[in-house]
């Protein structure tokens, strides 16, 4: 069995279950969850220069520009805990451009996994979406609310979770998933999103746990 540890990228459509599911994987096996998105909110909320320059392409719904995001990226990933407990990359590479700037510096996953989730099903998803800013948590109003009054009053909602935007979020989506996909067709695995966040995670385990990932899960 290699000794290596596992190299995971999760994608798929705005609010299709990514950061849920990185809750779960990261709890069973360890990994570094590094979300772009949470990385992005993070500098915009401590005021940095990559915070300043992302935060009007994420109101708007936009995606941010390659060379503000890919730097960043590589840097993280090339920190010892990624090396010692493998990675689960969340939001990137989400263009042609990104996925070629990782195969350029060495960095191929064991899995792409893909959550499809239709568009109908999203606009629920992100309209109720909440998170808890003291523990990172994601909860939804409808499908997972709060567990207590005390986390309820403390819950934050998105900037850019309205319909409005989501609208243009599921766009620039479509624009470049099948480019992005296309470089990982060995690797990929689609799995169907819009079943419980449970069965989900299950069929994720199946497929962390197969033969192609097996080496760096074990
Ligand atoms: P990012 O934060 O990555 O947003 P996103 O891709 O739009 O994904 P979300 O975080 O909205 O959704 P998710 O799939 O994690 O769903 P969740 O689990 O929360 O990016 C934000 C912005 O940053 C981008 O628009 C862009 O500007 C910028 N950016 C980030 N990365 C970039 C990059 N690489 N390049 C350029 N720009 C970049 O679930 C959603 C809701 O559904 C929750 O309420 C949840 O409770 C619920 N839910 C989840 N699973 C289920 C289920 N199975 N059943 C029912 N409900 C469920």
């Not at 935060?55 to 995001?69: Q, S, T």
């Not at 996909?181 to 169907?192: A, S």
């Not at 819009?194 to 385990?205: E, L, M």
């Amino acid at each position: 069995m290699a000794a290596d540890v596992p190299k995971i990228i999760i994608a798929g459509a705005p609010a299709s279950g990514k950061g849920t599911q990185c809750e779960l994987i990261k709890a069973k096996y360890g990994v570094v969850h590094l979300s772009t998105g949470d990385m992005l909110r993070e500098a915009v909320a401590a005021g940095t220069e990559l915070g300043r320059q992302a935060k009007d392409f994420m109101d708007n719904g936009k995606l941010v520009p390659d060379e503000l995001i890919i730097g960043v990226v590589q840097d993280r990933l090339a920190q010892p805990d990624c090396a010692a407990r493998g990675w689960l990359l969340d939001g990137f590479p989400r263009t042609k451009a990104q996925a070629d700037a990782l195969a350029a510096g060495g960095v191929a996953p064991h899995a792409f996994i893909v959550l499809d989730v239709p568009e109908v099903l999203l606009v629920e998803r992100v309209v109720g979406r909440r998170t808890d800013p003291a523990t990172g948590k994601i909860y939804h109003m409808t499908y997972f609310p709060p567990e207590s009054e005390e986390v309820r009053a403390r819950l934050v909602q998105r900037a850019d979770d309205t319909e409005e935007k989501i609208v243009v979020r599921v766009a620039q989506f479509k624009e470049n998933c099948a480019a992005v996909e296309g470089c990982y067709r060995d690797v990929l695995v689609q799995i169907d999103g819009t079943r419980s966040k449970d069965v989900v995670f299950a069929d994720i385990t199946l497929a962390m746990e197969s033969e192609t990932i097996v080496a760096a899960a074990a």
